[in-house]
């Protein structure tokens, strides 16, 4: 667990204790059991947010916070109910805080979860995030077998749909793959292709995506039918 990036989460940790995030899993102790010891083995003191009697606060007072993966709408709809959205928010952007996430966790860091391949098991209050960068990102992205004639939907099909509805880059990461943003920089590490309403490119390991901190996102804007009269 966390062992493909390891050397980066020493980098970002640097010292400090990281506040994890598991309740984007139902199995709060065992998903922070397991995590606190993978970050220990890199040397790295971590704290669930979940053991404490105010986990809220131990949220927006970390210096370093881990959100875990799991369900991205479970997730969403747990740190709107602790109403932190916007204190971590403002944190991370003004460098009080550093901000790890893996999948689910990594889908609240963009604006909207719109981009999740999860299920809706639940409703949160509304779709936006924190907004920590300003484009989407497609978590566990797979390329097409074009061999299959049943494969049904594919991933890129579901990414232009969501194009359709909304002017805003996709960044598709590959099983493995990560990106770092610091500052005005943002790098890849690892494959990974970017979508938008010209098409896709493939991007290779170490691409440097800093352009795409400059993304002004443009949500639902998508063609509907003329109101008509029912009855």
């Known amino acids: 667990m966390f062992a493909h990036a390891a050397a980066a989460f020493v980098e970002v940790a640097a010292g400090r204790r990281v506040t994890f995030v598991p309740f984007a899993l139902a199995d709060w102790d065992g998903y922070a059991d397991r995590a606190e010891r993978a970050m220990g083995a890199l040397g790295i003191e971590a704290v669930s947010a979940h053991r404490s009697r105010s986990p809220g606060s131990d949220i927006v007072d970390a210096e370093v916070i881990m959100m875990g993966g799991g369900n991205s709408f479970r997730l969403l709809d747990s740190l709107q109910g602790l109403g932190v959205l ?27 979860i719109r981009t999740t391949n999860d299920m809706p098991i639940c409703v949160p209050m509304s779709l936006d995030a924190l907004g920590l960068v300003p484009f ?24 232009h749909e969501f194009l359709e509805e909304n002017d805003c880059p996709v960044v598709a990461l590959y099983e493995g793959s990560w ?36 993304a002004r996102a443009r949500f639902g804007d998508g063609r509907r039918p003329a109101p008509g009269i029912v009855g």
Do not use: K, W
């Open 136 to 159: 989407q990102i497609n978590l566990h992205y797979v390329d097409a077998d074009p061999q299959s004639q049943f494969m049904g939907e594919t991933r890129d099909e579901r990414i």
């Open 179 to 214: 990106l770092r943003v610091s500052g005005s920089t943002a790098t890849l590490t690892g494959p990974a292709r970017i979508f938008d309403r010209s098409g896709a490119t493939a991007l290779e390991d170490g691409s440097d995506v800093s352009h795409l901190l400059d």
């Open 86 to 112: 916007e204190r971590l928010s403002s944190n991370v952007r003004s460098g009080a805080t550093s901000y790890m996430g893996a999948s689910a966790g990594t889908n609240v860091a963009c604006p909207s």
